[in-house]
């Protein structure tokens, strides 16, 4: 009683004098309350009432004679912390009862689910709930599941995190694969085309078709289909620098080279119809001085590029479900849409020329072709970016590759329609 009474002066004192409180807590943290039956009352560290419940079995030696035996204990603390305990060797079951009874009103939540408490309803209630993505539980009657780390990545029965596989687009991938053979047949296709025009050097419409920037945008095409080569396999410091790099500046020496070959139709043709000064620019090559310019050009944006924000190896954990991806980050978005956004400007203004003068007459009707390949070319890199912001990992990467193949094929089916034109 004496007990009892100095809990109730504890409140008195919370409230009267807050200080004296907080010295003699210590003190009163330590008081045990025993009720009317004689049982002790615990606390909690908050000073919550443990509530505690006995599990008895009765013997019974005869009609008049019974023995109480404790064999548990449920102790209730909150919701989310309880206890039952039970001791099975101090039970006797009967012969036709072999099983433990359950100590909640539902069965317990396996590995993979967590535990919900139904609202309104008593606590021995509860759903199981599969635990979401990304989230494992490994116990029984888990309060909460528990997230796995970036690097690992949930079973299907979400009761364990497995680590992921490493992956990338490789010369292994059926996809890495096909890009990398496409890539070579073009490139065999390349030399094959560059090898007729060498063969034929000396006919007379090679020369007027200006046989030094033919070898130069045949040569260029056939880096272009190198360069898809950086893009596959795992990537390093060095590839992902020259895959960008090398991308900029060879098909920078394309476009230059067609837009260089579209001038020179140009004033071969006004020959025709002008004077001394048109004839002395012809022969002087001053239009070969767009592609040295135009790759300057390309070269000082790649600088800047590179010596900003370049091109680094990055971790892709979020495309795939089971893997890692390793992938190389561009670096500067804005660097990398600067490069493109130059490479459809020159393209643009070489697709401009060549159709204004696609109609000249049939001796000089390769501007038809530069008309066409050009169109191509926007064609494939306009419908690049939208898909190429739209896909992640290496999707993203063989989109990329796709379409250095696609519009570099464009530029080499004109060369071949072209010759194959010219030379039958």
Known sequence: MASFN?????????????????ELHPFLRKIKVINAAGDEISFDEKKNIMETYDIQKFISYSKQNLLILKVGEFVFKSPQDQGFFINEVLIQWPSNFNQTPQSVCTQSCGPGFWKVLQEERPICYFSCVFCPE????????????????????????????????????????????????????FSVSTFIVLGIFLKHRESAIVKA????????????????????????????TV???????????????????????????ILAFRIMKSGRTMRR?????????????CVLIQLILSGVWLGTSPPYIDIDVHSEHAHVIILCNKGSATAFYCVLAYLGTLALGSFTVAFLVRNLPDTFNEAKFLTFSMLVFLSVWVTFIPVYQSTKGKAMVAVEVFSILASSAGLLGCIFFLSATLFS
């Open 6 to 22: 100095l809990l109730l002066g504890s409140i008195s004192l919370k409230k009267l004098f807050p200080a004296l409180h907080s």
């Open 134 to 185: 990304w989230h494992i539980s490994n116990q029984t009657d888990q309060q909460e599941c528990s997230v796995c780390l970036s690097q690992d990545y949930p079973n299907p029965e979400r009761n364990q995190c497995l680590p992921k596989a490493v992956t990338f687009l490789s010369f292994e991938d059926p996809l890495g694969m096909a890009l990398a053979c496409t890539a070579l047949f």
């Open 209 to 236: 078709n200006n046989k030094t920037l033919s070898y130069i945008l045949l040569i260029s095409i056939l880096l272009c289909f190198f360069c898809s080569f950086f893009f596959i396999g795992r990537p390093n």
């Open 239 to 265: 590839s992902c620098i020259l895959q960008q790099i090398t991308f900029a500046l060879v098909f920078t020496l394309a476009i230059s080279t067609v837009l260089a070959k579209t001038i020179t139709v």
């Open 281 to 293: 620019l012809f022969v002087s090559g001053i239009y070969n001085a767009v592609i040295p310019i």
